[in-house]
């Protein structure tokens, strides 16, 4: 049995997807702008419950950077507001397609349609419910957004500042909506809800998306966990490679696009690792080696299998010593989440295989996996990184978010 209130829930949404997915491109831009300008009118309300959650956060303990993914300030309420902005500047997928026409005189049209219902199921990252929220929106799809309890009061707030303000706007009201009941049973029934639930898309932790993947009937496009891996080649230019490194280990340890293990190629280690090294500890990471790693850096800590398998999400860096870029491959190999993986490298022959090699969502030659980002592909807010194969892979943004519907015309031709 489903819960009545969910059920409501359901039925609102589902009623709301009937006419948002009509909605024009100019009346959905009207209401991210008005969505916009409310962040900035509440700010000091959804900073006030913001800070009700930071507060209970850290009385239970949670680690710095899970606090610091939770909390708001009045320059990222500007940022999220910016965000929403530059949704209204992207091109509208819905309706996009093309048309052929067959011997038989048929007219085919391929058109890009909304999913309908999402539901965001995801962890204590306020901004999510506000980029996942315009997101939807924009493509014509209705979203049930269900946070983390950390973020509730924050998300309470937020979920009602910009859905009233969607509303005021002209949309139907339902289309944005908050679970607000914190008993995982709800989640465990909206997973279940496919009358009313077109997709569900979970964004967080390992536990939280598997428990999602393995549990769902519901349709689940798989954000993933970030094991991100940098393989430090012998031909790599060494100054590229620390600044790489540095920037995917400390910019932002908390997400997934962060590198969480360094694989050195055993020619140049003895030279490379101190360099790195250093450089690692002015920045106050701790590393965990491999045992060819420990006896290089004795300050360096051994690491255990957990090492190779554990999104770290904070100012931890796994390192290995391998023997060359097959051994990098292999390692890749065993302990990918498929997500992204970055070669440092001046070696052509070598940059190539590692990109026509590696099976992840985003391969990159020289550069920071922390690129890995909707925003910095040119998509603008994402509404998470997909790495699985089926219908989306990479940052997922407004495309990402519709799907095809074939219509055809005909003048009374029939099937002989």
Not at 284 to 313: N, Q, R
Request: aromatic letters at 6%; hydrophobic letters at 40%; a negative charge.
């Amino acid at each position: 049995m489903f819960h009545p209130e969910l059920i409501e829930i359901g039925r609102k949404a589902k009623k709301a997807a009937r006419q948002l997915a009509f909605a024009s491109t100019e009346s959905k831009n009207n209401a991210l702008i008005a969505m916009s300008e409310a962040l900035i009118n509440n700010e000091q309300e959804i900073l006030k419950a913001n800070g009700l959650d930071v507060q209970a956060a850290e009385e239970k303990g949670l680690k710095k950077s899970l606090v610091n993914r939770l909390r708001l300030t009045a320059s990222s309420i500007r940022q999220i507001s910016q965000s929403l902005q530059e949704v209204v500047a992207l091109r509208d997928p819905v309706g996009e397609g093309e048309v052929w026409t067959r011997p038989n005189g048929l007219r085919i049209q391929q058109t890009r349609v909304p999913l309908g219902v999402v539901a965001m199921i995801y962890e204590a990252r306020p901004n999510v419910t506000v980029d996942a929220a315009a997101l939807c929106l924009k493509s014509g799809n209705v979203v049930i957004l269900r946070g983390g309890s950390e973020a509730l009061e924050s998300n309470k707030v937020l979920t009602r500042v910009i859905a009233e303000a969607a509303e005021e706007s002209g949309l139907p009201g339902g289309c944005i909506q908050l679970i607000r009941e914190t008993n995982r049973e709800w989640v465990q029934q909206l997973m279940r809800l496919n009358d009313y639930v077109d997709v569900i898309i979970p964004r967080g932790g390992a536990g939280l998306i598997q428990t999602v993947v393995q549990n769902a009937t519901v349709p689940v496009i798989e954000t993933g966990t970030g094991m991100c891996h940098a393989f430090v080649d012998r031909d790599a230019d060494y100054q590229k490679a620390i600044a790489i490194v540095i920037n995917a280990k400390t910019q932002n340890p908390g997400v997934c696009n962060a590198l969480e293990t360094m694989l050195v190629d055993e020619g140049i280690a003895r030279d490379f690792l101190p360099l790195i090294g250093e450089e690692l500890k002015k920045h106050h990471v701790e590393l965990k080696g491999c045992p060819k790693t420990c006896e290089i850096l004795t300050y360096a800590l051994p690491a255990t299998e957990e090492d190779w398998v554990s999104e770290h999400l904070d100012l931890i860096l796994s390192v290995k010593v391998v023997t060359d870029l097959d051994g990098a491959l292999d390692h890749i190999y065993q302990y990918t989440t498929k997500h992204s993986e970055t070669i440092i490298t001046e070696h052509y022959t070598k940059a190539q295989r590692f990109l026509k090699e590696i099976d992840a969502a985003a391969v990159y030659v020289n550069a920071s996996t922390r690129f890995t980002d909707g925003g910095r592909f040119g998509f603008g807010a994402e509404i998470g990184i997909s790495t699985q194969k089926l219908h989306a892979r990479g940052p997922m943004g407004l495309r990402e978010l519709t799907t095809i519907k074939y219509m055809i015309f005909g003048d009374g031709q029939i099937v002989k």
